[in-house]
Structures are given as C-alpha cells and as structure tokens.
C-alpha cells in the first residue's frame, strides 16, 4: 500500500537539509540526522525520496525555482534591455547576500547535474536562459552588440557568483566588507560596456 503525500513533512525534510548542510557539507549529513531533526525514521524518508542523492536534488530544484521567480519578477519586459539586464543582475545579488548558504548549495556544494534530461536541462537553466534571451533581443535591436549570448550570460553568471561569494566571506579590500552596492553597481558598468556596440 502506497504511503499517502505529506506536504507538511516533506516540506519539514527539505527545511532539515537546508539547515543542516547550512553548517556541515552536505557529504556528511546522513538521513539518520535529517530524519531525527524531523522526528521520524530513516525509513520515512525513503517514502518519498529514493536516496540521499535525489532529495538532495529535490532541494537544489526547489532552491534554483525560488531563484528563477525573483529572477523573473525583477524584470520587465516593457524597459529597456539595459536597464532588464541590470535589475536581473542586481535581483541575482540580491538573492545571493540573503542566501549564501543556498547559493553555495546549488553553485559550489552540490555534485553538478551532468546527466540531465531535456526537461530538467529547462528547468535547471531557466535563469540562465532569461538572460540570454534579453541580450539576443537587444542585439536585435542593436542595442547590444553580442557574438554569443549564451557564453556572455554565463561569463556574468560567473563574474557576479565571484564577486558576491568574495564579498560575504571578506575576501575583498575592507573598503568593501559591508556594502556590495559599489561593487554591484561597477560590476552591471562593466557588464553592459562588454556588451555595447563597438564604435567605428
């Protein structure tokens, strides 16, 4: 007989992860302590998740849709492209200094999914192909000048993931250990320059 959904614990066993890969890697958290902080047994778990290995990724997913939504709702297709792309960029910062240990679970913790179906490829990269369409349109429009969207978008994922990860761990010049605005606002300045068309 087939064990009936329990969103309350489901809910409550992503919430356990969250919490503890917060202070150990995630490598050393077995679902014997996930199960304990949910009070259930191990056995439980398997109900709803097949391993370790596939709850993880249920959190990374659940992490990268929270992710695309504010990503999402941060712009508006009605401005221009500068301005679409500089509020994604500031929405991913944002998103990042209020939740590193997310962030770090999905970018930097988490084994990478290498072995993705077509439909988890869409999801696992809807951000990235957000902003990629707004750069094809605005070299479209000629606003931009760009020869390869997707590398562009994934230099700029990789630029702000670096600057806002040295910037919460103060690995930067204290000048910069309490305010990211300076750093966002060159980092989008710079961003937007690569991308402009090139004066002849």
């Not at 980092?187 to 402009?196: C, R, S, V």
Request: proline share 6%.
């Amino acid at each position: 007989m087939t064990r009936p959904e329990n969103p309350e614990l489901i809910a409550a066993i992503r919430k356990a992860v969250l919490e503890l890969t917060a202070k150990k890697d995630p490598a050393a958290v077995t679902m014997r302590e996930i199960a304990s902080r949910c009070n259930v047994t191990p056995t439980t778990i398997y109900y709803y998740f097949e391993n370790k290995e596939r709850l993880f990724e249920a959190v990374k997913f659940d992490i990268i849709d929270d992710l695309d939504n504010i990503l999402a709702q941060a712009v508006n297709e009605g401005d221009p492209v500068k301005k679409q792309l500089a509020d994604l960029m500031r929405a991913f910062v944002g998103w990042y200094v209020a939740n590193p240990n997310q962030a770090d679970l999905v970018f930097d913790k988490l084994p990478p999914a290498t072995d993705l179906t077509d439909e988890r490829l869409l999801r696992y990269y809807k951000a990235n192909r957000l902003g990629r369409d707004i750069i094809i349109r605005a070299k479209e429009t000629g606003e931009l000048a760009v020869g390869d969207a997707e590398l562009d978008t994934a230099l700029g994922l990789a630029f702000m993931y670096g600057v806002v990860k040295l910037f919460i761990h103060k690995r930067l010049m204290p000048r910069f250990w309490d305010d990211i605005t300076p750093l966002t606002d060159r980092m989008i300045e710079l961003l937007l320059a690569g991308l402009a068309p090139k004066i002849k």
